[in-house]
Nanobody, 125 residues
């Protein structure tokens, strides 16, 4: 049974950077799609980025392209989301989630199988 725990959230000024981490236990991430989602107050959850663990393919929401980078060091069960040039629009609770590999190729898929508890990110202007 896969368990996910996020860390790294916090308060940052506009233009700043944060690195979020998602640590997985209970199973290897190798055949999963690892997704990062966020939910701002009063808004629906957004799919931010995905990483196909097996082949390393990544995908990003248009609003974060060029600013966010998802990565994983080979063999590790930890995935990072490096966020740069943050704006107030990036404020929200960030979640990592895991699902079957093909979830990475359907941008409309939000119902991943395993979720972390979320880590809050607040960007002050």
């Amino acid at each position: 049974h896969l368990q996910l725990v996020e860390s790294g959230g916090g308060l940052v000024q506009s233009g700043g950077s944060l690195r979020l981490s998602c640590a997985a236990t209970g199973n290897s991430l190798y055949y999963y799609c690892l997704g990062w989602f966020r939910q701002a107050p009063g808004k629906e959850r957004e799919r931010v980025s995905t990483l196909n663990i097996r082949n390393g393919e990544t995908d990003y929401q248009d609003l974060v392209k060029g600013r966010f980078t998802v990565s994983r060091y080979n063999g590790e069960n930890i995935v990072h989301l490096q966020m740069t040039n943050l704006t107030s629009e990036d404020t929200g609770v960030y979640y990592c989630a895991a699902g079957p590999e093909y979830y990475c190729y359907d941008p409309g898929t939000f119902e991943f199988d395993y979720w972390g508890q979320g880590t809050p990110v607040t960007v002050s202007s």
